[in-house]
T-cell receptor
Framework: SQTIHQWPATLVQPVGSPLSLECTVE??????LYWYRQAAGRGLQLLFY??????ISSEVPQNLSASRPQDRQFILSSKKLLLSDSGFYLC????????????FGQGTRLTVV | RKEVEQDPGPFNVPEGATVAFNCTYS??????FFWYRQDCRKEPKLLMS???SGNEDGRFTAQLNRASQYISLLIRDSKLSDSATYLC?????????FGAGTRLFVKA
């Protein structure tokens, strides 16, 4: 069966520090991968999605970037965090071309202080 | 215009009430539709898919109107445990877009 792992679960980082969140999927090949952010009390905002290795589409301009170095690995990064980067970051995967549901990792709660 | 729009609520209803959530989407080429449930500080989880003919799962009924680009979720006989945020989800091509969610509070 397919599983998705996301870590760390919680993170407290100072303003200006770098960020690296990692997500891996097991049990499937060539998944579509997504990074979402949810600010406190708000909905899910799509940040990046990827349909294959090295293919990244950005939905929102910001100081974040994403990379997909391997088929089932998706990384969210920042060189310098802002206070406004605080939120709940969720990695998700889906299969096929928009035909199937998305499955989420357990999320990373990031607090920038 | 947002790609997926929902009434944010909150909806405050008593136990046993029937409550309906609506959602509109802007991309007429969208192919798949879902309702997700998100509990506080947790990841969203699939509640049900939405089919063109409408579908029911126990107390939950989902409907899709492609002509109006409109999706609905009806919850009958609300339970305290139904309290959560309900997310409308639209998928087309390689993109899966979530609505901002509708918060539901069911009171005893």
């Amino acid at each position: 069966s397919q599983t998705i792992h996301q870590w760390p679960a919680t993170l407290v980082q100072p303003v200006g520090s770098p960020l690296s969140l990692e997500c891996t999927v097991e049990g499937t090949s060539n998944p579509n991968l997504y990074w979402y952010r949810q600010a406190a009390g708000r909905g899910l905002q799509l940040l990046f999605y990827s349909v294959g290795i090295g293919q990244i589409s950005s939905e929102v301009p910001q100081n974040l970037s994403a990379s997909r170095p391997q088929d089932r690995q998706f990384i969210l990064s920042s060189k310098k965090l802002l206070l406004s980067d605080s939120g709940f970051y969720l990695c998700a995967w889906s299969g096929g071309q928009g035909a199937s549901e998305a499955f989420f990792g357990q999320g990373t709660r990031l607090t920038v202080v | 215009r947002k790609e997926v729009e929902q009434d944010p609520g909150p909806f405050n209803v008593p136990e046993g009430a029937t409550v309906a959530f609506n959602c509109t989407y802007s991309n007429s080429a969208s192919q798949s539709f879902f309702w997700y449930r998100q509990d506080c500080r947790k990841e969203p989880k699939l509640l049900m898919s939405v089919y063109s003919s409408g579908n029911e799962d126990g107390r939950f009924t989902a409907q899709l109107n492609r002509a109006s680009q409109y999706i609905s979720l009806l919850i009958r006989d609300s339970k305290l445990s139904d309290s959560a945020t309900y997310l409308c989800v639209v998928s087309g091509g390689f993109k899966t877009i979530f609505g901002a969610g509708t918060r539901l509070f069911v009171k005893a």
